[in-house]
């Protein structure tokens, strides 16, 4: 049996010096250790397992305290120029509007609780045969409270705030915190951040014995909701605990879905032989399944890829033959998921001893063997805007075509002495 406790307190202070993130609470910073192993067969070739755990994220990366407390100032001009995608010499018209957010550090929601985020796992592990073990295990992963900036006027004025988590009125009738009153107000309710991973596993190990040895594995998971995490895919952001989601309501449309990393079939083997003359040769076999496809659009205030035409995930990827053609992406055309992908590689290694501390290895690694060079990342942004008041978005012609492809074909040869 495991049985423990952790916590992690920690504070941040302003360009001045001054206090102004506190996360000291210590039953908010709670984390909970529980776990337990098993042998039923009593003679160490098997084992039952479970394992229950609460971590906080600490610290809060410094981007948010310098950004959010640091008081810096951001000013947004927006300029219309005499056509879309005009030169520098395109005449720039005199109404333009500019809007700033201000220099004052981000105010702090009442009751805010550190980032958290909970896991359960339990499986069994068996040795079966002689120097072979094979192990299952289920995963389940799910987030807490979330730290993020958001806005309940609209974009005048942001606060930093869990998400979903308004403090009611407290004795007294006291006022609740200012999520509970916008929601209660206006209506600027944002809901909980969420984020769910299940995850099967199956695994099969062979200990280096006779020659060879090799581990395998097999998962098959889902993760989905309405948080990423600290970095945003969809629009490249990495402001961790102050991206852009949940800064406005409207921000939220159709973002509940099959999130970025989220692959529901994945095999891994790794393996190595050794022959009768001393070559060692090493093989590695990936494959898993293709990301999610979205249908990024522009938001009004925030600019491109801030918002999802269709639910997240189930975007349809199109066929660019016509334009853009359909190198590493055809086995993907019609689905909401980016190509399957897989990679082969092959290593050799042939070492000539000399004496006991002195030796010379030989070696030759192919990546790649089958040269595969489908789309890993595709292009989701579906419109454009022009940034003209009133002006209609523009398609964007990439829609579906491949950004990032798997390295092709490649190998390298080496020697090394060693004494």
């Not at 910073?29 to 394992?51: C, E, H, Y």
């Not at 985020?117 to 068996?126: D, I, L, P, S």
Request: some cysteine; glycine content about 12%; overall charge neutral.
């Amino acid at each position: 049996m495991n049985l423990g406790v952790r916590w992690d307190l920690q504070q941040a202070y302003d360009a001045n010096g001054g206090l102004y993130l506190k996360l000291n609470d210590l039953f908010d910073t709670l984390q909970p250790r529980i776990g337990f192993s098993w042998d039923p067969t009593s003679k160490g070739k098997m084992k039952v397992f479970a394992n229950y755990a609460r971590y906080v994220e600490s610290p809060i990366p410094l981007d948010a305290n310098v950004r959010a407390g640091g008081g810096g100032s951001q000013t947004d001009k927006n300029f219309n120029v005499s056509r879309y995608n005009a030169p520098f010499t395109a005449i720039v018209a005199s109404n333009f509007n500019t809007r700033n957010l201000g220099a004052d550090p981000t105010p702090i929601d009442e009751g805010l609780k550190p980032q958290t985020v909970n896991e359960t796992t339990a499986g069994v592990e068996m040795e079966f045969r002689r120097n072979m073990t094979f192990g299952a295990r289920g995963i389940y992963r799910s987030q807490g409270s979330v730290i993020e900036d958001g806005s309940f006027d609209d974009g005048d004025s942001y606060f930093l705030f869990n998400p979903g988590e308004a403090l009611p009125p407290g004795p007294g009738g006291v006022d609740g915190n200012t999520e509970y009153k916008a929601c209660t107000l206006f209506g600027a309710c944002f809901g909980r951040a969420r984020r769910y991973y299940r995850g099967l596993e199956f695994t099969l190990n062979k200990r280096f014995s006779n020659n060879y040895g090799y581990q395998m594995s097999y998962v098959y998971s889902s993760l989905i909701g309405n948080y990423e995490g600290l970095f945003r895919n969809d629009n490249g952001q990495s402001d961790p605990n102050i991206t852009s989601l949940f800064d406005l309501v409207s921000l939220l449309n159709n973002v509940y879905g099959r999130l970025p990393n989220d692959r529901p079939h994945q095999f891994k083997f790794n393996g190595t032989y050794q022959t009768p003359f001393k070559l060692i040769i090493s093989g590695n076999f990936y494959i898993q399944s293709g990301t999610p496809f979205s249908q990024l659009i522009p938001h009004p205030v925030y600019g491109n890829n801030e918002g999802f035409g269709v639910q997240r995930g189930t975007a349809i990827i199109p066929d660019t033959s016509a334009i853009n053609g359909t190198g590493g992406v055809s086995s993907a055309i019609g689905s909401n998921r980016s190509p399957t992908t897989w990679n082969l590689d092959l290593g050799f290694y042939y070492p000539i001893k000399f004496s006991e501390s002195k030796e010379l290895r030989f070696t030759a690694d192919w990546f790649n063997v089958t040269n595969t060079q489908r789309a890993i990342t595709m292009d989701q942004t579906f419109l454009i805007t022009t940034g003209t008041p009133g002006a209609p978005n523009v398609p964007n012609p990439f829609y579906g075509t491949g950004t990032v492809f798997q390295y092709p074909s490649a190998f390298r040869v080496g020697a090394k002495f060693s004494f």
